[in-house]
């Protein structure tokens, strides 16, 4: 009877021990290396940067990052200034601490981020002053969708949110996938014209509004125009190719208000006759496109700006 209160006695304690040996499982969304006391990322500027644990105050400057922090579970200290509605209502009570093209410091020090999201490479400068207030600065930029997949994935295993962020990235190339399959049966020929004020630029195939353009089955007739050195993804539009390209669709883009600016936009149109000779003019096909979604970064909701541009290219006759 003792013996087999013994053996009752030692398997008990054997499974006890193989319990204490197993490791608790982890959080598919647990970063290892923050969990270890560190955790190391390199930027799209190529700096490396490490935080000793997984940031928790964030502040972003645009709203396209703005946008993939809130889609990954996390939440804003400190978001971009704008006059426009707010595309995410529980970012509301946070700071407006500026933007890429102006950082409000003062701000900035006032929310005190663990991390401050801004732009490569306007935001390279702003560096130094950055983390004098005790603050990182994370750098990226969104010149395409698969720079937008790679913001995702570097801000997911900052945040620690991998999960989540590869949940997103492939909800992307789910989308993209179902646009292949529902390409126009003949490329459309199409212009991309980026407004503001008194300024109007082709967006070339490098730009983000090109590689949606691209996606969804369009022909940027832009493609060739040579760029601008000041802004890379865009070129000067060149009355006399654009008239031999002969767009079928002209699609229009602005930061800010507009309404004003392709108001502008039409005005030196009409005094250029030879506007009224393309396609998309006899078919009143100029179309302006949100700004959330194409005047910026729309972050996540690229998703949306596919679809649309698909949608619009498919009802060119």
């Known amino acids: 009877m003792k013996r087999v209160h013994f053996l009752l006695l030692s398997t008990i304690l054997v499974g ?19 969990s270890s006391g560190s955790l190391s990322v390199t930027d799209f500027s190529g700096r490396k940067v490490t935080f000793s644990k997984i940031p928790t105050k964030v502040a972003a400057l645009s709203n396209g990052e703005m946008d993939i922090v809130y889609a990954l579970g996390g939440q804003l200290v400190g978001r971009p200034t704008s006059t426009a509605p707010l595309t995410i209502k529980e970012a509301a009570s946070a700071e407006q601490i500026g933007t890429p093209h102006g950082m409000d410091m003062e701000k900035v020090a006032l929310v005190q981020p663990d991390v401050v999201l801004g732009n490569n490479p306007l935001n390279l400068k702003d560096v130094p002053a950055v983390e004098a207030l005790g603050s990182k600065m994370i750098l990226t930029d969104a010149n395409s969708v698969p720079e ?5 994935g570097l801000f997911g295993e900052v945040l620690g949110k991998k999960t989540r962020a590869d949940e997103q990235i492939q909800a992307i190339d789910k989308k993209i996938s179902e646009l292949q ?3 126009p049966s003949a490329k459309i020929r199409a212009l991309l014209v980026y407004g503001a004020p008194r300024t109007y630029m082709a967006a070339l195939n490098n730009s983000l509004s090109g590689d949606i353009l691209s996606i969804a089955g369009g022909e ?3 493609s ?22 002969n ?3 002209i699609f229009f883009m ?3 208000d507009t309404d004003k600016v392709k108001e502008g936009f039409l005005k030196e149109m009409q005094m250029n006759a030879a506007w009224n000779s393309l396609d998309a003019v006899k078919n ?31 009802s060119v006759k």
């Open 254 to 256: 602005a930061h800010g």
């Open 284 to 314: 009143n096909r100029i179309e302006v496109l949100p700004s959330d979604l194409f005047g910026s970064n729309p972050g996540t909701r690229v998703i949306e700006s596919l679809t649309l541009m698909q949608k619009l290219l498919l």
């Open 220 to 222: 940027n007739i832009a």
């Open 224 to 245: 060739d125009y040579p760029s601008l050195d000041k802004y890379p993804q865009y070129a000067q539009l060149n009355t006399e190719k654009i008239i031999k390209s």
């Open 16 to 34: 006890m021990l193989a319990g204490c040996s197993t490791p608790p499982p982890q959080s598919s969304d647990t970063n290892q290396q923050a």
């Open 247 to 249: 767009p079928q669709v």
């Open 181 to 183: 399959k529902n390409q």
């Open 148 to 152: 937008i997949k790679k913001q995702i």
